[in-house]
């Protein structure tokens, strides 16, 4: 067991215990941790995740974190290529540390200039929304997102995005569009290319031929597919945008 590379774990709650064994796999390089309840092992999985033995390389973290938590607990993981987060959980502890009485509690670690996070090989950020438009240009324009800013590639993978109603949106807004990517750029001034994926489903071919033509216009090239992900259980839509 101790030459486990891959482990996806789907848990109501993450204890001590679990951690522990995790932490044991000393050739883990792919990680996934969702936590169905966020009220139960998030600080249990803040504290030890930086404990992990493994050169992890791709690690994907589904738990009510906060920004500033997830880049501390994810520093010492030198290794690190990919990380990947759960937006939807993040956006309701945007509050949490800075009500905090935490006298540990300090911004998230960035260098000299302030930009990066120091860690040195971390080059893709990938973000599952579920949200308003408003919501996800909220979410990027985050202070603490800037210790990612040194990343050459940003996905956000769009589960739905929703209308002010909660309800899927029909349509798509160039308007937010356009500052939501201007805020991706600001953010993440290193970024060479920057992907929207969506489930084929939530788009119709004249929304799929509105987001074409904009990007098209935001960017120097772009590339679109479709193709299957076991992840939503359903064709995606994805555009790349090469800055």
């Given at each position: 067991m101790k030459k486990l590379e891959t482990l996806r774990i789907n848990c109501w709650c993450v204890d001590e215990e679990l951690m522990q064994m995790i932490i044991k796999f000393e050739m883990l390089k792919?990680?996934?941790i969702r936590i169905a309840n966020w009220y139960f092992g998030p600080r249990i999985l803040h504290r030890q995740l930086s404990n992990l033995k493994g050169p992890i390389e791709k690690l994907l973290v589904?738990?009510?974190?906060?920004?500033?938590?997830?880049?501390?607990?994810?520093?010492?993981?030198?290794?690190l290529k990919?990380?990947?987060?759960?937006?939807?959980?993040?956006?309701?502890?945007?509050?949490?540390?800075?009500?905090?009485?935490?006298?540990?509690?300090?911004?998230?670690?960035?260098?000299?200039?302030?930009?990066?996070?120091?860690?040195?090989?971390?080059?893709?950020?990938?973000?599952?929304?579920?949200?308003?438009?408003?919501?996800?240009?909220?979410?990027?324009?985050?202070?603490?997102?800037?210790?990612?800013?040194?990343?050459?590639?940003?996905?956000i993978d769009v589960i739905a995005i929703l209308s002010k109603d909660n309800q899927v949106s029909s349509e798509s807004s160039p308007e937010l569009l356009n500052n939501l990517i201007e805020?991706?750029?600001?953010?993440?001034?290193?970024?060479?290319?920057l992907v929207?994926?969506?489930?084929?489903?939530?788009?119709?071919?004249?929304?799929?031929h509105i987001l074409r033509e904009f990007f098209s216009?935001?960017?120097?090239?772009?590339?679109?597919?479709?193709?299957?992900?076991?992840?939503?259980?359903?064709?995606?839509?994805?555009f790349e945008l090469y800055k």
């Open positions: 792919h990680l996934e589904s738990s009510e974190l906060t920004i500033y938590e997830l880049v501390r607990s994810i520093e010492p993981l030198k290794t990919e990380f990947r987060i759960d937006g939807r959980s993040i956006q309701s502890s945007f509050d949490s540390f800075a009500n905090r009485n935490d006298d540990k509690c300090q911004p998230a670690k960035v260098d000299a200039n302030e930009q990066n996070l120091m860690h040195l090989k971390l080059h893709t950020l990938h973000v599952s929304v579920d949200s308003t438009y408003e919501e996800l240009i909220k979410l990027i324009s985050h202070g603490d997102f800037k210790a990612f800013a040194d990343i050459k590639k940003l996905v805020n991706v750029f600001e953010t993440f001034k290193q970024l060479d290319v929207f994926c969506y489930k084929s489903s939530d788009i119709s071919e004249e929304e799929a216009s935001r960017c120097k090239s772009l590339k679109e597919r479709c193709e299957w992900s076991d992840e939503c259980d359903e064709e995606q839509t994805i």
